[in-house]
Every structure is written in C-alpha cells, then in structure tokens.
C-alpha cells in the first residue's frame, strides 16, 4: 500500500497494464492511487517481479476521459488507456460527466 501525496501535473502509471493518468486536482493528504487493484507508479518506478492484477476487476481505463471520485475532490486525466479500474483508497472512481449547458430558446 503506498500512500502518495497527489499534486496536479503528476503522472502515474499502472504496475499490471498500459494505463497511465495525469493528476489535474488533489486532494489534501497522502492517499493510495490503484489501478485494477495494485498500486500505481510514479515517474520511472518499475514494477516489482509478479505483480498481478485483480482477477475480479474487469474495468478497463479509456484515453482522453477524466476520473473523479465521489466528491470531485480528485481529477485525473487518461493519457494512455489500458485495462483495470482506476481507485483511490480503494474507492473506484468514475467517468466525469460533461456538464449540461443551459438551453438558449
């Protein structure tokens, strides 16, 4: 479990697929960013020698969408896309919604 302070403009990559995301919003404190189950790694981490993926998630993380959780105090931005859902402390985070614009009549 590696606990991280996430700061905007920070990159993170999956240690089990090709998933990689950028930080546009933190919140405060130190916090686990996961991906299909297994923590993600800063920078140039590598992954360590058999490391596996959650055999129950079956999420996958598409490019060029953005991630939040519940409160949106967390934004990160797919830059590459790859298999496994995407969490923070355990809570899986979900597709930010576009905003609905005001009708003009």
Same mark, same amino acid.
């Given at each position: 479990?590696a606990m991280t &302070?996430?700061?905007? !403009?920070a990159?993170f990559?999956? @240690? ?8 546009i919003? &933190?919140p405060? !404190?130190?916090?686990?960013?996961s991906c299909?189950?297994? @923590?993600m790694l @800063? ?9 596996q @993926?959650? &055999?129950?998630?079956? !999420?996958?993380?598409?490019? $060029?969408k ?6 949106e105090?967390?934004? =990160? =931005?797919c830059t590459? $896309? !790859?298999? $496994?859902?995407?969490a =923070?402390?355990?809570?899986?985070l ?8 005001p009708s003009?009549?």
């Amino acid at each position: 479990m590696a606990m991280t &302070a996430l700061k905007p !403009g920070a990159r993170f990559k999956s @240690a089990v697929s090709d998933a990689q995301v950028m930080v546009i919003k &933190a919140p405060a !404190g130190e916090h686990e960013l996961s991906c299909a189950g297994v @923590a993600m790694l @800063a920078g140039a981490d590598t992954a360590p020698d058999g490391v596996q @993926a959650d &055999a129950a998630d079956s !999420g996958e993380t598409l490019i $060029g969408k953005r991630y939040v959780n519940e409160d949106e105090s967390l934004e =990160l =931005l797919c830059t590459k $896309g !790859g298999a $496994g859902t995407l969490a =923070l402390d355990g809570t899986p985070l979900e597709i930010k919604q576009a905003k609905q614009l005001p009708s003009s009549d």
